[in-house]
């Protein structure tokens, strides 16, 4: 039977593994956060052009009438 000591040193090392893991997984979302925030404000601009030509489309037809 392992005694007090070397099971709270078990649960010790468990626990940096446990929190090293975290570390690593929190910078990985923080790469992802950023990735896809730059591709929605890519996707923003798209749609904000977009949509300015078509009102430019539909202001040009509706002068030509």
Same mark, same amino acid.
């Given at each position: 039977?392992?005694?007090?000591? +070397?099971?709270?040193? &078990?649960?010790?090392?468990?626990y +940096?593994?446990? =929190?090293?893991?975290?570390? +690593? /997984? #929190?910078?990985? /979302?923080?790469?992802? =956060? #950023? &990735?896809? +925030? #730059? &591709?929605?404000?890519? /996707? ?13 489309? /539909? ?7």
């Amino acid at each position: 039977m392992t005694t007090m000591p +070397e099971r709270v040193s &078990k649960l010790e090392g468990a626990y +940096e593994q446990v =929190d090293q893991r975290l570390g +690593e /997984l #929190s910078v990985q /979302l923080n790469a992802m =956060d #950023s &990735k896809f +925030e #730059s &591709k929605f404000n890519t /996707l923003i601009i798209v749609m904000a052009t977009s949509g300015v030509a078509i009102v430019g489309t /539909l202001i040009a037809i509706a002068l030509r009438l």
